[in-house]
């Protein structure tokens, strides 16, 4: 490789870097709205980064032809460090509230849409009461 494509290179891992933190964020807001602990927490956190592994092993072989350098890893630490000290301070918090916005709306969307069949199950209740 010349030293203009690993300079490209480079640039890629550390744009990797900072989309990993975004994927980081995004499943940190989904654990807290979700409350998983325990087993459901560490299977969350197993699929994370057996993910987030596919996804970079397939971009290093895509762009990189799966060479994997030093410089690789140092792209991939310094994108998720810039992330984390630029755009990653208020990103959580964004999808945290956005994934909380959007639950609550399907909540009340699927009680609107379910709202015949609640009425439904009430009338049949009071037809056949249980002995």
């Known amino acids: 490789m010349s030293v203009g494509e690993q300079a490209g290179a480079f640039l890629l891992t550390v744009a990797l870097g900072a989309a990993a933190g975004l994927f980081y964020d995004f499943y940190r807001a989904l654990i807290r709205l979700l409350r998983l602990r325990g087993a459901a927490g560490f299977a969350g956190d197993l699929f994370f980064c057996l993910f987030l592994l596919a996804f970079v092993f397939a971009a290093l072989l895509y762009f990189n032809y799966g060479e994997v350098r030093f410089y690789v890893l140092l792209g991939l630490a310094l994108g998720m460090a810039l992330y984390r000290l630029g755009p990653g301070r208020v990103a959580g918090t964004f999808f945290y509230r956005a994934l909380h916005a959007f639950s609550r709306r ?15 199950r009430r009338a049949l209740a009071r037809m056949c009461p249980r002995r």
């Open 106 to 120: 399907a909540g009340a969307a699927a009680r609107v849409a379910l709202a015949p069949l609640s009425a439904a």
